[in-house]
């Protein structure tokens, strides 16, 4: 398969994170623990409201320049 064709599956991927978001700093959370660094899972803890926001604003403009990067090689 061609490249561009990659990055629209990728971005197709992120689109269906996006919702699961919430769960997946969870987990993260979780692996802190298990890591034994209690500090940084507190943080996490306290903040997933935020940090959720945040990664999905951050998700956004990746998922365009995928879509921008496969369309491009699509109609060249």
């Not at 971005?11 to 034994?36: C, E, N, Q, T, Y």
């Amino acid at each position: 398969m061609d490249k561009h064709i990659y990055y629209i599956i990728i971005a197709f991927i992120l689109i269906a994170m996006i919702p699961l978001m919430r769960h997946i700093i969870g987990f993260r959370i979780l692996v802190l623990r298990w890591l034994k660094w209690k500090s940084m899972a507190d943080f996490h803890e306290r903040n997933i409201d935020r940090l959720t926001l945040i990664v999905r604003i951050i998700f956004v403009p990746i998922i365009l320049y995928l879509f921008y990067l496969g369309y491009t090689g699509l109609t060249a």
